[in-house]
């Protein structure tokens, strides 16, 4: 098993649960954090805080990418695998995956590769690396159908997650409870990486500061490590904000709309309701050489509906205006704020329908193991 950053080792989690319970007789080794240790993975390196996005996010972590690379395939000589399933991390996977399948050992990769909204010039390289790849998106699937790379689709696995986890109705009522006279009540979720944060959340604090009136602000940690950094960038915005953790959900719950890094937060908006503006903000020579390569959206909602019925931008400068004035058009007019509403409403009714997305990747991996 291989899972970086914190969604993708959830999933990874969430997975191995459900392989343990068609399965009695597995023994779990790899890469991922502590979700996937409580599950029974023997770790062979932590890597659930080395996921980047980006060029020169890859660039500065290919020392600590090496180095995990190495340990796996020193561990694969000693304990070879009968199967590996990658989640997410599509980076590292793809050249870890290559490495595996040159040893003989199949690989299932959980969470497509975008490649399709990268341009098709990575279609040999998944070839390369995946013996299977599993879909969240059902559209994904024929672009590896096309290409002949076997691929099923499995639906999304966040919403999995969300469905088996119980919110603090305490908590949301505590936050909804912060709102004052007719100030809106502004989520932030700047992500989980203290790289996304040093970079996102400048943005959002600025354009939170553009609203009229100045809404008040509750920020979500995803994990106390990065109280520190959000509470020194919030003190220096000097906006009227709360910091709460692990409380991405209740947040989305309580909230008249939300700033949120792209990414997976982006789909819990989608779950819970909660109208949004996502906003991804990388260095210069980033956007310079991956937005010629982006073809269709960067927020995930939008991927899913083929259309945007959430306001996205890719940003370098950490002002702030088009996402403030997204914003104020989603808190002033009722019928945009409908729209994305009922179009989060269909999503969710979509996706939740059918098997869960762990029982289909099971399905997958077992064939594989069973081979």
């Given amino acids: 098993m291989s899972a970086g950053e914190p969604s993708g080792v959830n999933i990874a989690a969430t997975l191995m649960r459900t392989l343990k319970t068609r399965h ?17 993975l023997r770790q062979i390196d932590d890597t659930s805080e080395t996921a980047t996005m980006w060029l020169w996010g890859n660039l500065k972590r290919l020392p600590a990418h090496y180095r995990a690379l190495q340990r796996c395939m020193a561990d694969w000589e000693a304990h070879p695998p009968a199967v590996m399933t990658t989640v997410d991390y599509q980076a590292f996977h793809l ?39 599993l879909c969240i998106h059902e559209f994904e699937k024929q672009y590896y159908d096309a290409a002949g790379i076997p691929a099923s689709f499995v639906g999304h696995p966040l919403f999995e997650r969300l ?10 009522q505590r936050i909804k409870g912060l709102k004052q006279g007719d100030r809106p009540l502004l989520g932030i979720l700047p992500g989980s990486r203290g ?49 709460i953790e692990f409380a991405s959900g209740e947040i989305l719950s309580a909230v008249d709309l939300a700033f949120i890094t792209s990414g997976s937060a982006s789909m819990e908006a989608v779950y819970y309701g909660c109208p949004a503006v996502v906003l991804y903000r990388c260095s210069p020579l980033s956007y310079f050489f991956a937005h ?31 996402v403030s004035a997204a914003a104020q058009e989603l808190l002033g007019d009722p019928t945009a704020r409908e729209a994305q509403i009922v179009a989060f409403r ?20 077992l064939e594989y193991l069973d081979r």
């Fill in 346 to 365: 269909e999503m969710r009714e979509l996706l939740l329908s059918g098997r869960k997305p762990s029982e289909r990747a099971a399905d997958v991996v």
């Fill in 195 to 243: 790289s996304e944060i040093k970079y996102a959340l400048p943005v959002m604090l600025n354009a939170a500061k553009r609203l009229q009136p100045t809404p008040r602000v509750v920020v979500s940690a995803a994990h106390p490590r990065s109280r520190e950094l959000i509470a020194a960038m919030v003190k220096e915005s000097g906006l009227d904000a709360e910091i």
């Fill in 24 to 40: 009695g007789d597995l023994e779990f080794a790899g890469l991922g954090g502590e979700p996937m240790i409580a599950e029974g």
């Fill in 292 to 322: 010629p390569m982006v073809m269709s959206y960067i927020a995930q909602p939008n991927l899913v509906a083929g259309r945007e019925i959430v306001p996205e931008f890719l940003l370098t400068s950490k002002q702030g205006r088009e």
């Fill in 163 to 172: 469905q088996a986890r119980s919110l603090d109705d305490e908590l949301v």
């Fill in 95 to 133: 050249y870890m995956g290559t490495r595996a399948k040159k040893r003989g050992i199949p690989v299932v990769h959980y969470v497509s590769s975008q490649f399709w909204a990268r341009r098709y010039y990575t279609l040999e390289t998944i070839r390369r690396a995946y013996s299977h790849v």
